[in-house]
């Protein structure tokens, strides 16, 4: 399969080098026959309940660090909050 480098970086506004194009041709190339090598899944193990994913419970972890300590890390607080660079005039 051959993949044009040149025309996917134009579609998505990317400048990519001429010497960088071989190298990037070969890692999309390796990723193309990557996924083509991925079994095939039928839409009944997708829809199956006892196939299903079981995903871990979020458990939210509170009272571990002290405001005053994470604020510590910020590099510049005033008046107890962080400062940011101005985005918007």
């Given amino acids: ?3 044009d480098i040149r025309h996917i970086a134009k579609l998505s506004r990317l400048h990519i080098s001429e010497e960088n194009i071989p190298k990037f041709e070969k890692d999309m190339q ?5 996924v ?3 079994p095939d899944i ?3 193990m997708i829809l199956d309940e006892s196939n299903a ?3 871990r419970e979020d458990k939210a972890v509170t009272g571990k660090y002290t405001r005053e300590e994470l604020m ?3 590099p510049q607080v005033k008046a107890g909050c ?4 101005k985005t918007v005039e």
């Fill in 36 to 38: 083509e090598k991925l």
């Fill in 42 to 44: 039928d839409d009944d």
């Fill in 1 to 3: 399969m051959n993949i």
């Fill in 82 to 85: 962080l400062v940011v660079p």
């Fill in 30 to 34: 390796d990723i193309v026959s990557m």
């Fill in 53 to 55: 994913m079981t995903l």
């Fill in 72 to 74: 510590a890390n910020a």
